[in-house]
T-cell receptor, first 115, second 113 residues
Framework: NAGVMQNPRHLVRRRGQEARLRCSPM?????VYWYRQLPEEGLKFMVY????????ESGMPKERFSAEFPKEGPSILRIQQVVRGDSAAYFC?????????????FGPGTRLTVL | GQQLNQSPQSMFIQEGEDVSMNCTSS?????WLWYKQDPGEGPVLLIA?????ELTSNGRLTAQFGITRKDSFLNISASIPSDVGIYFC?????????????FGKGTKLTVNP
């Protein structure tokens, strides 16, 4: 049973470009969460999605960031017009249902570097 | 917003020693989780705690959910070199029914052979 998959593992962008991060949840999992981790910090929640629905986006910056989890295909975290402060590791987690007693399992992350 | 205070920030121990780390919060959490993160990887779940006062073990790891629901600790007994990594506590709270996790800043563990 494959775990949570994220790609790319490393992404380099210049300021002003767009970054697209992909997450394929574990088989059978329909809930996806995105977190951001700065160096020497813990993970910070960004957004929680179910198929075709955003459930909680309270951690998403108001501008330039968006997320989707379509009926078919991976979840996408999109960052438009990236700035140097967007450089971080972005982790996706998935759970089979809402995560009470169904814990979140994390992918290996995408490390975004903005030049 | 909810915050977790995790301590210590780092620990340097000898192989075979026991380790203890803890997390505290000013808010109540319904679930406490402990994760380990190796360099360049995502966090791996070690132990999940669901009830106040619950004490749970996973091999050499033991964790407890504080009775006030505002704290948790993780103990590692007889440490070995592969225990090296960063350990994070995480809480799932009660605000708004969200399933989001709130993470501590981590305890970086170094084990000297």
């Amino acid at each position: 049973n494959a775990g949570v998959m994220q790609n790319p593992r490393h992404l380099v962008r210049r300021r002003g470009q767009e970054a697209r991060l992909r997450c394929s949840p574990m088989k059978g999992h329909s809930h996806v969460y995105w977190y951001r981790q700065l160096p020497e910090e813990g993970l910070k929640f960004m957004v929680y999605l179910q198929k075709e629905n955003i459930i909680d986006e309270s951690g998403m910056p108001k501008e330039r960031f968006s997320a989707e989890f379509p009926k078919e295909g991976p979840s996408i975290l999109r960052i438009q017009q990236v700035v140097r402060g967007d450089s971080a590791a972005y982790f996706c987690a998935s759970s089979p249902l809402g995560s009470s007693y169904n814990e979140q399992f994390f992918g290996p992350g995408t490390r975004l570097t903005v030049l | 917003g909810q915050q977790l205070n995790q301590s210590p920030q780092s620990m340097f121990i000898q192989e075979g020693e026991d380790v203890s780390m803890n997390c505290t919060s000013s808010s109540i959490f319904n679930t406490w989780l402990w994760y380990k993160q190796d360099p360049g990887e995502g966090p791996v779940l070690l132990i999940a705690l669901y009830k106040a006062g619950e004490l749970t073990s996973n091999g050499r790891l033991t964790a407890q959910f504080g009775i006030t629901r505002k704290d948790s600790f993780l103990n590692i007994s007889a440490s070995i070199p592969s225990d090296v990594g960063i350990y994070f506590c995480a809480g799932r709270g009660t605000q708004g029914g969200s399933e989001k996790l709130v993470f501590g800043k981590g305890t970086k563990l170094t084990v000297n052979p």
